[in-house]
């Protein structure tokens, strides 16, 4: 039996690790590193420094990393994404039967939660499924951790919904696509390969944008949208440049989600 423990590590700070998540993470026999290539080499340097801070140095525990299988860019992005979910769980199926062959306590430290826009569950779901021939014997543990909302609202100090009102979260491929999802007076928008609200009318819409939320390299820019969507662009394109990669995240809201601006 394999014990596989996803553990929310949050968006970049080491301080966001949950005492649980300490705690899961000592008690594992095997921690699994994923690499993403050179470009967010950023990702598995953080789970490095978490490992050699949060790990007892008399600690049994093995630190293996690994590579990840890269996702197909064709057109039929479903499509894609599923081949490319396969291909990782027979990454991890090979990596738990080679280093734990008898069974054992695995760890894998999850950017932000396994909850929201992560595929880590689904992943995982597929190693005990029916397509998976190997018939492995899993149990899923959650260690929740700190969403990149989360961070986004705390850093710019606004709650993620007005006053009663509803909240819509989606990608930007799907605000490209839909336009304002129903009567969400506020929309969060995730996993966008750059400025998806451009397709917005921006009369009456705010923005509270947010990249590298957590990390030394954070940037912040809020403000009416048909005053900052322009620069957010400009800025978003040369932080890609500078660092190779990004990860950003940002709140539209037509109504105010605060009566004032705290000082």
């Known amino acids: 039996m394999i014990h596989l423990s996803l553990i929310g590590i949050g968006t970049g700070n080491p301080d966001h690790i949950t005492l649980a998540g300490v705690r899961v993470l000592r008690e ?25 801070q949060l790990l007892d140095e008399t600690a049994l525990t ?19 994404v599923d081949d490319w979910h396969a291909a990782i769980a027979e990454t991890w199926h090979g990596q738990m039967t080679q280093r734990l062959p008898e069974g054992g306590r695995v760890a894998m430290l999850i950017w932000g939660d396994p909850s929201l826009y992560d595929s880590s569950l689904r992943i995982a779901a597929r190693l005990k499924g029916p397509e998976q021939d190997s018939g492995m014997a899993l149990e899923v543990e959650v260690v929740p951790g700190i969403t990149s909302l989360q ?14 009102e509803p909240v819509q979260i989606t990608t930007g491929r799907r605000l490209r696509e839909r ?53 957010i662009v400009e800025r978003r394109a040369a932080l890609r440049e500078r660092h190779g990669w990004i990860m950003d995240v940002y709140l539209l809201a037509r109504t105010p989600l605060l009566p004032g601006p705290i000082e």
């Open 28 to 52: 594992a026999e095997l921690i699994l590193l994923p690499r993403k290539g050179e470009a967010r080499s950023d990702l598995v340097d953080l789970r490095r420094l978490l490992c050699r």
């Open 62 to 80: 093995r630190v293996v990393e690994f590579d990840l299988p890269r996702r197909d860019g064709r057109d039929d992005y479903l499509g894609a």
């Open 151 to 164: 961070v986004l609202t705390a850093e710019h100090r606004i709650p993620l919904n007005a006053l009663a």
């Open 179 to 231: 336009g304002w999802p129903g009567d969400a007076a506020s929309v969060a928008v995730m996993l966008d390969a750059g400025g998806a609200f451009q397709t917005l009318a921006p009369e009456g819409l705010h923005i509270w944008w947010g990249a590298y939320l957590g990390m030394d390299k954070q940037c912040l820019i809020d403000g009416p949208l048909a005053e900052v969507g322009p620069a």
